[in-house]
């Protein structure tokens, strides 16, 4: 057991897990985005309705949540830990280090993009896990007896619209999050290389406009809609 700790607590097995948290969140952004685009179904909400009760409701789920929110406490926890081991090893704060002509302005804000994503999670999951689950004037969608989902994030969007830009602002913090992140964590498994580092850049800046852009859609459509 005595590796284990020493792996998890050296500078080298802390970012090792940063990457695979990483991983895990992006698969888990990729299945939210694609879960979330039945949104955009004509059905008056019935498809996104039937998957929202089956996410709040199958056994397999709940298995899967506890994983997910391990996987965020973790690599929170550990962003934090490496973000104070720098600062001690690095006192003078940057004096002489001058970051701006050695690393991106995305890599240095990293913990800021990463924070308000963390703000704007809990708020998020106010509004839809939470008073989907606990708030009782939610109507059921039609036909069925379990809650309207789709009801709820138009009523969350368009009612207390604020929501809406909250919701696009943090998507752009999302992004700058996604486009150091993406290719950190290749780079930490000692992914790299002169051929392949290249794509995987593209493929990662591609990835942090596309996934925080789909999002963004869904309250801007709810308002076109609106519109139209
Ligand atoms: C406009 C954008 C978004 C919409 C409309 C949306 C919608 C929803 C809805 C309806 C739920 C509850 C039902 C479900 O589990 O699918 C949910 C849960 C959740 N969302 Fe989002 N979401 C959005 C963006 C995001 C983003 C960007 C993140 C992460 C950074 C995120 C993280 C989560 C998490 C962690 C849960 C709880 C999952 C669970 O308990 O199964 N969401 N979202």
């Known amino acids: 057991m005595n590796w284990i700790t020493k792996t998890l607590t050296s500078a080298l097995g802390q970012k090792l897990i940063m990457s695979i948290t990483g991983f895990f969140l992006i698969s888990f952004l990729m299945v939210h985005l694609t879960g979330n685009l039945m949104l955009f179904k004509n059905d008056g909400g019935a498809m996104f309705n039937a998957y929202a009760h089956f996410m709040s409701t199958a056994g397999i789920i709940r298995l899967a949540e506890i994983i997910l929110v391990l996987g965020f406490v973790l690599h929170i926890y550990i962003a934090w830990r490496l973000t104070q081991q720098n600062r001690q090893a690095r006192p003078q704060d940057y004096v002489y280090s001058r970051p701006d002509a050695n690393s991106s302005w995305f890599s ?20 839809f896990w939470f008073q989907y689950k606990f708030q009782a004037d939610i109507p ?62 593209m493929i990662g800046l591609l990835f942090a406009i596309i996934v925080p852009a789909g999002f963004a859609a869904m309250p801007i459509s709810i308002y076109i809609k609106l519109l139209l």
């Open 108 to 127: 240095r804000n990293m913990g800021i993009a990463g924070g308000i994503v963390l703000i704007f999670l809990v708020i998020h999951l106010y509004n």
């Open 140 to 201: 059921f969608a039609p036909g069925t007896d379990y809650k309207d989902m789709y009801w709820l994030v138009h009523t969350v969007f368009i009612q207390e619209w604020w929501f809406s830009i909250l919701y696009i602002v943090a998507m752009i913090f999302l992004g700058f999050h996604l486009a150091h992140g993406f290719e950190s964590a290749f780079h930490t498994l000692g992914l790299h290389h002169k051929k392949y580092t290249p794509l995987i850049k």
